[in-house]
């Protein structure tokens, strides 16, 4: 990420709200929540820092479970802060451990990709419930 110390990596935490709705075995749709606690600056038109104040991610996605735990992630949404809202594609990758009473704990890797602006990696454990 361009910052206004130069390339690096950021690492900004965050808390998400993942509510899922499986079709059937293989097949569900999802509503993935991210809040970003925490403010930062991003590079924009090489030369302009913006400031990102705690924005809030909210994506719709596609979920395909395409090999016994492994489910693929795909779609879209939006990110929200006080200066932008910026429309975000997202893919991504959970494995899905189940530990009893429909109880699963899941490993997470997102790619969002912000049309035109920055993209940025997610790594996240997710706790889930199904009824």
Do not use: C
Not at 50 to 69: A, N, Q, R, S
Request: cysteine-free; aromatic content about 16%.
């Amino acid at each position: 990420m361009a910052t206004n110390e130069g390339n690096k990596t950021v690492i900004v935490p965050s808390i998400g709200l993942d509510l899922e709705y499986w079709v059937n075995e293989e097949w569900g749709f999802g509503f993935h929540n991210d809040l970003e606690l925490e403010t930062f600056e991003v590079e924009k038109e090489h030369q302009l820092y913006i400031e990102k104040e705690y924005p809030v991610v909210f994506t719709f996605d596609g979920l395909w479970k395409f090999h016994k735990e492994w489910v693929l992630v795909l779609g879209s949404g939006i990110e929200l802060e006080n200066k932008e809202t910026l429309f975000v594609i997202r893919t991504g990758i959970e494995y899905e451990i189940e530990f009893g009473n429909h109880w699963d704990v899941s490993p997470t890797v997102f790619y969002d990709h912000r049309i035109n602006h920055f993209n940025t990696w997610s790594l996240g454990i997710g706790i889930g419930k199904r009824f």
